[in-house]
């Protein structure tokens, strides 16, 4: 059974990372939508207005309490952050609260931190709402690919993106729900589950970005596809592991490598969009969206290979 100091912890840390990811998320399913579809257009406004309360609470509660590592990562805001969150709300006209993003930029790190009884009730109760938020959210995610996939709906992102970010919502609650039964981590199901969910992530994420490249943009076309190769190769080995685990450490250093690799190029990407020097149908928000995407990845595989030795 986690402590209260884990529980309080590791529930902030993940609720800083993916209450973020769920709000751009639906900013992003906002501004892929046309005027047709108002109700719909409406209905992600108030889940990214939703998340954007639930984050600013998460904000407030995680300062001098998250470990230095978490902070230090870039998994919760770059550098890029707040610029990336301007030029989209400039080129979408959709708000982006960039004060928040600013709050997150000043929080304190502690690795000894002193949890109180009230702070783990509040904790406890954001973690509740963050599920209930949540659960809405991958509902509406849910109706929205079947609308899209029946030819109801036209939107501007992939069918695959929907269901990949579908996918997401899901595993932030089945990350939730564990912490709220406060259950201690089994190192090798949470190596194999983390290696076989974000594999599969960092993949579609390469695809994605090849598919919204210009075609003039021939050499990152093919460095994006290289490694969405690289990433299906990687996916196809870790569904492996639940039956060789012997070859979980050699995976989990390629995997970390290869992580690497695909994180730096999705920041130089993400400061080509910024700076306009790369020709796509992407928002620089989308790019610093996968950098920490990356960036929380290569946290949690640093662990495991720590663990590991």
């Known amino acids: 059974m986690l402590s209260d100091q884990e529980y309080v912890r590791e529930s902030l840390e993940l609720n800083l990372f993916f209450m973020r990811i769920a709000k751009e998320h639906s900013f992003f399913m906002e501004s892929s939508l046309g005027p047709r579809d108002q109700a719909l257009i409406e209905q992600a406004e108030c889940l990214k207005n939703e998340f954007t309360m639930l984050l600013q609470e998460a904000i407030g509660l995680a300062d001098g309490v998250i470990s230095p590592t978490t902070l230090a990562s870039g998994e919760l805001v770059t550098k890029h952050t707040i610029e990336s969150e301007k030029v989209s709300q400039f080129y979408s006209g959709i708000a982006l609260d960039s004060k928040l993003t600013s709050f997150e930029l000043s929080l304190n790190a502690n690795p000894n931190p002193v949890v109180t009884p009230t702070l783990v009730d509040q904790v406890y109760s ?84 090849r598919g919204l490249l210009d075609p003039t943009e021939v050499k990152l076309f093919n460095t994006a596809h290289d490694f969405g190769q690289e990433f299906d190769k990687l996916t196809n080995q870790a569904l492996t592991m639940t039956e060789q685990t012997t070859i979980l450490p050699k995976l989990s250093h390629e995997t970390y490598k290869a992580t690497v690799g695909i994180r730096d190029f999705k920041i130089a990407g993400t400061e080509g969009l910024l700076q306009c020097k790369i020709r796509a149908i992407a928002m620089p928000l989308l790019g610093d969206h996968v950098v920490r995407e ?16």
């Open 126 to 209: 954001l973690n509740q709402r963050a599920i209930h938020a949540t659960t809405i959210l991958a509902g509406y995610k849910s109706r929205l690919l079947q609308d899209i996939l029946s030819c109801k709906v036209f939107t501007f992102n992939y069918p695959l993106l929907i269901d990949h970010i579908l996918r997401e919502a899901r595993f932030y609650l089945k990350m939730l729900q564990r912490l709220q039964d406060r259950q201690v981590a089994d190192i090798k199901r949470d190596i194999m589950e983390q290696e076989m969910f974000w594999n599969r992530i960092m993949a579609e994420h390469a695809k994605f970005i």
């Open 294 to 309: 990356a960036n929380h990845y290569l946290r949690i595989l640093s662990t495991f290979l720590g663990r590991l030795r």
